[in-house]
């Protein structure tokens, strides 16, 4: 059972973690090169395997946007009496994997505000079907998820496969609202070396989707970035990050991984380690 002072000492980590990341930001962004849109990067906290007291505690702090990998953790947070009743604009993000028989489980959690990793069109006919169900004025916010490393392990479309996805989109799916592209891409990049390339492969099918769709580039956002290389990320075009264990702490893993996770972007995405500031 653990006491209160390991309580108060989360729970000031917490707030000094996000003001901490929050002046990352912004300086990354105050970085950026003058050619890329002059949006505001989002931060969306992961906070995969933490109970919900510790994003009480964020959202208490001004964090608005949340981030989970599983289906089942995202509906029982979001559906939490005492999340409801403290955060009314808490803003869910769903950035896992998302296989077709959990989407109308996905569809029930409330404040649900985005999914992040459509990558089929499958999957978004699923969705836009499924959200349609809710009879809700509101369109429900995507993005297309974007294999931009070419790996086995990772889900999400490949760079050819883009654009037809998107138009699909546009084109049929009613009920959702494209906003825009999101990688998990490698894990562990030395930027030292240079930019990521995962980071320049998804700006660059952006480029390429807005000349194709005539789109207006500021309306497309890029969803990449976590803990270990978000300010890089934003400094390259990022309008979208999911940082955790830097805010959060460590995370602790059951021995066995749910079904609708990205398989080792499980560790990758929300379980980077890193000290609480």
């Known amino acids: 059972e653990r006491g209160s002072d390991w309580w108060v000492r989360m729970a000031v980590d917490v707030g000094r973690s996000l ?64 999340i409801l009743s403290t955060c009314p604009d ?77 138009r699909h989109i546009l084109s049929s799916c009613p009920n959702l609202e494209f906003v825009g592209l999101m990688t998990i891409g490698r894990y562990g990049f030395d930027t030292s070396l240079g930019p990521n390339p995962d980071f320049q492969v998804l700006a660059a099918r952006r480029e390429e989707l807005c000349n194709q769709l005539n789109l207006p580039v500021e309306s497309v956002e890029l969803s990449m970035g976590m803990s ?20 959060f702490g460590e995370r602790t893993y059951p021995a066995k991984q749910g079904s609708d996770e990205n398989s080792k972007e499980v560790g990758e995405l929300a379980g980077v380690t890193a000290k609480a500031l």
């Open 90 to 166: 808490i803003k869910w993000h769903f950035i896992g994997h998302l296989q077709k028989n959990n989407v109308n489980k996905l569809m029930v959690a409330p404040n649900l505000f985005m999914i992040e990793t459509i990558d089929s069109i499958k999957l978004a006919d699923k969705v836009n079907l499924s959200w349609q169900k809710k009879k809700t004025s509101q369109k429900l916010k995507v993005m297309v998820q974007v294999n931009t490393s070419e790996e086995d392990s990772k889900h999400g479309l490949s760079v050819e496969e883009t654009v037809e996805m998107v």
């Open 228 to 247: 270990t290389d978000y300010e890089h990320a934003i400094e390259v075009g990022a309008t979208n990050v999911r940082v955790g264990s830097t805010i």
């Open 19 to 82: 003001r901490s990341v929050s002046e990352k930001i912004r300086g990354a962004a105050a970085r950026r090169p003058a050619a890329l849109p002059d949006i505001s990067p989002r931060l969306v906290a992961v906070g995969k395997t933490k109970p919900p007291a510790l994003l009480i505690e964020a959202y208490r702090h001004g964090q608005r946007h949340f981030g989970e990998n599983y289906v089942q953790e995202l509906v029982e947070k979001a559906s939490d009496s005492q």
